[in-house]
């Protein structure tokens, strides 16, 4: 049987990190994804992207609609390996870190802790005041790991599309799910760097 994962895409810019997160999970037939779209997140990616969300919903195994609280999602006997929010708007991160499971995305992420699954939010915010800090420290608290989609640059990412590979790809890894779209830091490099000298 394969391995359940949600995938949460709220309205926060930075839609593509999710759709990025589906297109490479489409691949692997071992991971069969639930996949939850806030009204935001669907105006957004027609702001942000080429995407259609029909095509978008294409790429799940399973989609879902935010106000079905009934869904296998919403209880913790339906067994899943975790769940990303990608990315997270302030809105979700407030309503998980505060168990307001006021629809579908917040209440799958609430049982995912409750479950003491794994619950990514890659926060999508900048810059952030003392009640976000608050937040995330409060969503941590109950569980949840926070992971703003901060490039890397030790790779010497070369277009944007290999930054969002990269935070998909550490996403998926830190999640338990191998793959080839982030660079592996092996260790300082020989070569010294440039000097003004």
Known sequence: MAQRLIIGIS????????????????????IETHLIMSPAAKATIS???????????????????????????????????????????????????????????????????????PVLLLVRETPLHKGHLRLMLQAAENGAVIMPPAPAFYGKPQTVDDIVNSTVGRALARIGIQNTLYFEWLGMSKERPPTDE
């Open 11 to 30: 309205g926060a810019s930075g839609v593509i990190y999710g759709i990025r997160m589906l297109e490479a999970l489409a691949q692997d037939k071992t």
């Open 47 to 117: 702001q942000e992207t080429d995407w259609k969300v029909t095509d978008v919903e294409k790429l799940a195994s399973v989609i879902h609609k935010p106000g079905d609280v009934g869904a296998s999602i919403a209880s913790g006997s339906f067994e899943t390996m975790g769940m990303i929010v990608a990315p997270c708007s302030i809105k979700s991160l407030s309503a998980i870190a505060n168990s307001f499971d006021a629809d579908l995305l917040t209440r799958a992420a609430d049982v995912q802790l409750k479950e003491g699954r």
